[in-house]
């Protein structure tokens, strides 16, 4: 019997239901919800900081923004998304995507809105949570369902205060703000600054990447859908539904292979790479854009737009560091002064914030800020020492790496209701992993890291402070086989 129908069985039958506190409505909480209710568990409660749902797909609204996973993948696996336009999904496409199963599930009724969550404590046999406004609340399980790329980073740079023009971070964008015959400048050329590029350079009477550091990027043309097809896809789900497995079979045979280990993969990646740099014709730009590392080292970019658009007569590249900003614009380390009208930091997010800045307190007093002091743990990326019936998703570790977080999402969820399920049938009242078996969990990651292209020789974001990349160093494949089944004898199991 599947575990929705073990929960709905001991449910009718009469065995009382845990009380759960889902933690942000992005993907992975609105996922964990529809599981609890698919199980016929109602009493649980979605806290979300902002007025509406989505996540980072709500917080980033910049001209460009697209997810580098292919739309038909990045969907819930029992949600198709028939209405997807391009192959490559706009930000504003996948935020209705999810507001439409948000409200095909009914779960508003679960959630509180402008609620951030700001303690957490377990004491009396559950956990106790606090918001910024005071609210209390109290539950038996929480799901941290927070997002991997909430936290904006957004460095102060000398000066920033007598910019006379426009200034926001990319997750931060201001509408208000004409774009049109203005002299921008764009700090970044991570994914997000990359995007921008095409975009703002039909636009701008001038525009100027700050890059500090060059990206590999992968040339995936973002083709557009026909209406035919659409109408298609809407009329037969069975074709959506199989662009779904064929793009996950692709992604996790080039990308999830040419990443963790050397191979016939990881080659063509690099010569695909090197083969869409070459249409850079100006040499000396090409030098500028060329990286130091291997192709996959850094979050891939998939773009056929972003070379054409840097070669434009109206589009610069500073490859120069910023020294400090002036009341004109940007003043780089050679002492040259970039006039600019508008500056936007596309300077990214602190990718080990977690449920961070929240605080929280397991058992023997233990604070999460002392748990993750040399740097966030958690077993197979989902749970934490001395937190009994505490869970993340998309967690430290997680195989993040160019792969749908849908279905990594997916699959720990389904793992927290295996967990749910043995507490409704009386196996244990609390659950935490064992030190030792992190321990060895660590031990056996970081044996394995040195083979995978994230520590051959580049800064990213995946980089903890000791330069130890926070990813699965393994195939998507084996982790979803590995988190299939809970091993029990991994974790503490008491009884109240």
Known sequence: MSTIKTIKALKDGGVKEPRVIIMGAGMSGILMGINLLKAGLTNFS???????????????????????????????????????????????????????????????????????????????????????????????????????????????????????????????????????????????GGSTGTQMIDPLSKVAKKLTLFQRTPQWIFPIPDKAYSKLWIRSVKRFPVLGKSLYRLYKFMQERTVGVA???????????????????????????????????????????????????????????????????????????????????????????????????????GTNNTTLSEAWESGPRAFRAITIPNSPNFFMLNGPNSPIGNYSLIAIAETQSSYIMKCIQKYMEGVFDYIEPKQEAVDDFYKTVHEALPGTIWTTGCQSWYLDDNGVPLLWPWSPQRYAKEMSQPDFNNYHLKKA
């Open 46 to 188: 979605i806290y979300e900081k902002r007025s509406t749902i989505g996540g980072t797909w709500r917080e980033n609204t910049y001209p460009g923004i697209a997810c580098d996973i292919p739309s038909y993948f990045y969907t819930y696996s029992f949600e198709p998304n028939p209405h997807w336009t391009r192959r490559f999904p706009p930000g504003s496409e996948i935020q209705a995507y999810f507001e439409r199963v948000f409200e095909k599930y009914q779960l508003a009724s679960y959630t509180t809105f402008n609620e951030e969550i700001t303690n957490t404590q377990h004491k009396d046999g559950q956990w106790h949570v606090e918001t910024a406004s005071g609210k209390t609340d109290t539950a038996d399980f929480i799901v941290a369902a927070t997002g991997v790329l909430h936290k904006i980073n957004e460095p102060k740079f000398e000066g920033i205060e007598d910019f006379e023009g426009d200034v926001f971070h990319t997750a931060r964008w201001n509408h208000d703000v004409e774009l049109s015959g203005k002299r921008i400048g764009v700090i970044g």
């Open 259 to 361: 990443t963790v280990k050397p191979g016939w993969n990881r080659s063509i990646l690099n010569k695909l790479c090197e083969w869409n740099l070459n249409h850079v014709k100006d040499p000396v730009l090409r030098a500028k854009l060329t990286p130091n590392y291997e192709p996959g080292c850094k979050r891939l970019v998939m773009s056929t737009s972003f070379y054409p658009a840097i070669q434009k007569p109206n589009v610069d590249l500073v490859t120069e560091g910023i020294d400090k900003i002036e009341a004109k614009g940007i003043r780089t380390k050679d002492g040259v002064l970039h006039e600019l009208d508008l500056i936007v930091q596309a300077t990214g997010f602190d990718g080990f914030a977690f449920m961070r800045p929240m605080t929280m307190q």
